[in-house]
């Protein structure tokens, strides 16, 4: 099977961006605890959570940030893009009901390693939850024979 990249390392410009979104829902949150393994009652425990300073279930941290990992291997740069690197500082978490927006821009190009640098983040009504940086390599146009 071969793929097209969305974007060849040629075509990106400083300020491209691009966004996808998750509704956070118990069935995700759960899920994903058993997917990564990572049980904490801060995620899966209704009456543990009620117990915390949150007063009620987060998303994982790295379930709101997986929206950046979509961007990037769908969107921006896209298909054929190797995500190498990834920095965030968590803010605030994502509830059961929240509408999760996460957003990478593209801020530096190195044409010589092909290393692209993406500043990132995710946000709930319009407040960061998570910030920070990504390192993806991407393709160069291939030449034409």
């Not at 009620?50 to 950046?68: D, E, N, P, V, W």
């Not at 990478?104 to 995710?122: P, Q, S």
Request: overall charge negative; some cysteine.
């Amino acid at each position: 099977m071969s793929i097209t990249p969305k974007f060849y390392l040629e075509d990106l410009e400083v300020g491209m961006f691009a966004e996808s979104t998750m509704d956070i829902t118990g069935e995700q949150i759960d899920a994903f605890a058993d997917i990564i393994g990572d049980h904490n009652p801060i995620h899966v425990d209704e009456e543990f959570a009620k117990t915390t300073m949150f007063g009620q279930r987060i998303a994982h941290g790295a379930l709101s940030a997986s929206l950046i990992s979509a961007v990037l291997g769908n969107d921006l740069p896209g298909p054929g893009a190797v995500f190498v690197e990834l920095n965030l500082r968590f803010r605030r978490p994502a509830f059961i009901g929240d509408h999760v927006i996460g957003r990478a821009e593209v801020a530096e190009i190195n044409e010589k390693t092909g290393r692209v640098k993406m500043k990132c983040y995710c946000s709930v009504n319009g407040k960061q939850i998570c910030r920070g940086d990504a390192g993806v390599v991407v393709q160069k146009r291939p030449k034409e024979d």
